[in-house]
Structures are given as structure tokens and as C-alpha cells.
């Protein structure tokens, strides 16, 4: 009987002989139990805690750009309102030197006017000057010649007075009596 008991046991596999399922499924049981402690308790707890740092590390990074991009538009906001005051001054200057351009000009106008106005006065009262000296010349002149020209004419008859009211009225039609 020994041999025709090696010859079932060694014609298949060891799983499929009920005798032993008990044992089997026993050890299983034990070796799938002591799988499940331990990845329950040294396994999954450190799986869980590395989720938990990176999510961790993830909203942390998420939080940090959120204030990095807040800080960025505020810095942005502040640049262009730098901006914009820098625009402002910079047209405040360029119209208050406008206005001091137009100002010094309006001054200067003003002065080289006046200046004008001045020398074209002095220009008249020198031309009226010339004027009556020169009436006052052709005067003299004038009455000299005449007092020659009568003398010479007429000796013994000339009366300066007469010639001098010749002289005036001649004067008075060429625009040079006074």
C-alpha cells in the first residue's frame, strides 16, 4: 500500500489534494493577516504620511506663488503709479517752463518795444531838431541871399523886415515856415 500512496501524492499538485486544504487555507489566512498588520501599521501609515507632506508642500507652494503674485501686482500697481506721477511732473515742469519761455519772451518783447518806442522819440525829436535847423539855415540863407539879390538889384532899398516876411511866407509854402 506504500507505494500506490507516493504514487497519488506525487501525480499532481499539492493545492488540489483536499487532505491538505485545511492546512492551507490556515496558513493563508495567517500569512494574508500578518501582510495586512503590516502594511496597516509600518506601510500605509508612512504611504499616508508622505501624501500628506506633499499635499502639505503642495498647498504650501500654492499659497507662497499665490503671495509671490500679489506681491508682483503690487509691485506692478506701484510701478505704473510711479509712473504716471513721473508722466505728471514731468508735463508740470515742461508747462511751467513754457509759461517761463512765454513770460521771458512776453518781457522781452516788451522791452525791445519800449526800447523801440524810446529810440523812435528821440529819432523824432532829432529829426525835428534837423528840421528846425534846417528851416532856421535855409532861413538865414534865404534872407542873405535876398538881401544880396535886392542890394544888388536895387541898392539902398532893402528893408529887412520886408525881405524876412518875404522869406517866411516863401518858407511857409514849401512846409518849413515854423
Known amino acids: 500500500m506504500a507505494s500506490s500512496e507516493t504514487s497519488d501524492h ?40 508622505a501624501l500628506e507632506d506633499r499635499h502639505n508642500a503642495i498647498a504650501d507652494d500654492l499659497d507662497q506663488a499665490s503671495e509671490l503674485k500679489r506681491k508682483a501686482e503690487d509691485a506692478e500697481n506701484a510701478y505704473n503709479q510711479a509712473l504716471a506721477d513721473a508722466k505728471a511732473n514731468a508735463n508740470a515742469i515742461v508747462e511751467a517752463t513754457k509759461a517761463d519761455i512765454a513770460e521771458k519772451a512776453a518781457a522781452e518783447n516788451a522791452n525791445a518795444e519800449a526800447e523801440i518806442a524810446a529810440r523812435t522819440v528821440e529819432g523824432e525829436q532829432r529829426i525835428g531838431e534837423i528840421k528846425a535847423a534846417a528851416a532856421d539855415s535855409a532861413r538865414t540863407v534865404a534872407s542873405d541871399a535876398a538881401s544880396a539879390i535886392v542890394a544888388k538889384l536895387a541898392p539902398g532899398s532893402a528893408d529887412n523886415s520886408t525881405i524876412a516876411s518875404a522869406v517866411e511866407r516863401a518858407l511857409a509854402q514849401t512846409g518849413m515856415a515854423r
Open 10 to 49: 506525487s501525480g499532481g499538485m499539492p493545492q488540489l489534494e483536499f487532505d491538505t486544504w485545511a492546512a492551507q487555507i490556515f496558513w493563508t489566512a495567517l500569512a494574508l493577516f500578518l501582510l495586512y498588520k503590516v502594511l496597516s501599521n509600518k506601510i500605509l501609515p508612512k504611504i499616508a504620511g
